[in-house]
């Protein structure tokens, strides 16, 4: 195409091939082609796609296509809210915004009340007492079983000795 006028005639090209411009202006395209070898040119490869598009053979439906079509957009029309928003993409979106939420409130809450804080020199127990290691002791306990599995069990002080009906505990101070 060369000019204003070749990208005219080319807009009419459709419209000429079906017959349906004025006489005026399939004049007008017919003086162009007869004229301009490159609008002649994309008029044929146009014209021969078209032949062949004709040539292919129609399609035909079956007899309950359109009750079937309709039946399946009904049923689609009748989906719920919660159903419209789990086929939507935007519930996977919020799916991810809610997932990454969690993580990082997970990740907060680790940074303030962290589970089990690493500090040098000091060793935990499960009550929650800091023992310092390479310490003595400053007391050790002795147990002795007079009588187990007797259903009554209660324990007195007496001295340094914790009593019970089945057991008695001696506590002894001294160094390791």
């Given at each position: 195409?060369?000019?204003?006028?070749?990208?005219f005639?080319?807009?009419?090209?459709?419209?000429?091939?079906d017959?349906?411009?004025?006489?005026?202006?399939?004049?007008?395209?017919?003086?162009?082609?007869?004229?301009?070898?490159s609008?002649?040119?994309?008029y044929q490869?146009?014209?021969?796609?078209?032949?062949?598009l004709h040539?292919?053979?129609?399609?035909?439906a079956?007899?309950?296509?359109?009750?079937t079509?309709?039946?399946?957009?009904?049923t689609?029309?009748?989906?719920?809210?919660w159903?419209?928003?789990y086929?939507s993409s935007?519930?996977?979106?919020?799916?991810?915004?809610i997932?990454a939420?969690?993580?990082?409130?997970?990740?907060?809450?680790?940074?303030?009340?962290p589970?089990?804080?690493?500090?040098?020199?000091?060793?935990?127990?499960?009550?929650?007492?800091?023992?310092k290691?390479?310490q003595p002791?400053?007391?050790?306990?002795?147990?002795s079983?007079s009588?187990?599995n007797?259903?009554?069990?209660s324990l007195?002080?007496?001295?340094?000795t914790?009593?019970?009906?089945?057991q008695s505990?001696?506590?002894?101070?001294?160094?390791?």
């Open positions: 195409m060369q000019n204003t006028d070749c990208t005639i080319c807009e009419q090209f459709t419209e000429y091939q017959n349906s411009l004025s006489s005026k202006i399939r004049a007008r395209v017919d003086t162009h082609l007869a004229s301009c070898s609008c002649s040119e994309i490869k146009l014209a021969g796609v078209i032949e062949t040539k292919l053979p129609t399609l035909q079956s007899s309950d296509f359109n009750s079509l309709l039946s399946r957009i009904e689609l029309n009748q989906e719920t809210v159903q419209k928003f086929h935007s519930s996977r979106v919020a799916g991810y915004a997932a939420g969690l993580i990082v409130a997970i990740g907060i809450n680790i940074m303030i009340d589970i089990s804080p690493v500090k040098t020199g000091i060793q935990s127990n499960f009550a929650g007492e800091q023992i290691p390479n002791t400053e007391s050790l306990a002795e147990i079983d009588s187990a007797h259903p009554v069990d007195t002080l007496q001295n340094s914790i009593n019970s009906q089945n505990m001696q506590l002894v101070s001294g160094k390791k």
